[in-house]
């Protein structure tokens, strides 16, 4: 079986660069609400809708949320009507799996693990479907070094 899947997943800088510069609309799935403003969960969405990212947010928990950062609330990445470039995952590693039917039914073009969030198995299915994936590194780091 061909090993090509692996080019999708990206770590290089350059690879990285060019995922940042395409994605202008990005779900954030485990968003975190104003109320925890403190938490990565909110400030890094909140740091890309500042730099003018389009920001979808898709939380996880608070079921009686309906705008985060004064943008409609989504309950699955798949149900954003005109697709997303990128799905930021907020979700610990072992969270991961029960959201990849869903995203793969979104048809991002990359998905991106927040720093500390790793799941080769969640990786490869989405690497093998031709979407690139970032593991473990801080989409907010990484947006002010390559945007």
Same mark, same amino acid.
């Given at each position: 079986m061909s090993e090509s899947w692996r080019d999708n997943l990206v770590t290089t800088e350059q690879g990285i660069a060019e995922i940042i510069r395409g994605s202008k609309r990005v779900a954030v799935l485990g968003i975190k609400t104003e109320a925890q403003a403190g938490q990565p969960a909110f400030y890094v969405p909140e740091y890309l809708h500042r730099a003018g990212v389009d920001v979808v947010p898709v939380p996880?928990?608070?079921?009686?949320?309906?705008?985060?950062?004064? $943008? $409609?609330?989504?309950?699955?990445?798949?149900?954003?009507?005109?697709? &997303?470039?990128? &799905? =930021?995952?907020?979700?610990?590693?072992? =969270?991961?799996?029960?959201? &990849?039917?869903?995203?793969?039914?979104?048809?991002? $073009?990359?998905?991106?693990?927040?720093?500390g969030i790793r799941n080769e198995e969640a990786a490869r299915r989405f690497a093998e479907a031709g979407i690139k994936v970032v593991q473990d590194r801080c989409l907010m780091v990484e947006h002010r070094r390559h945007a």
């Open positions: 996880v928990y608070y079921p009686d949320v309906t705008e985060i950062l004064g $943008k $409609k609330v989504y309950r699955t990445v798949a149900g954003i009507p005109g697709g &997303v470039d990128l &799905v =930021d995952v907020f979700r610990r590693s072992q =969270d991961v799996p029960p959201h &990849v039917d869903d995203i793969l039914a979104a048809r991002p $073009k990359a998905v991106w693990m927040q720093s």
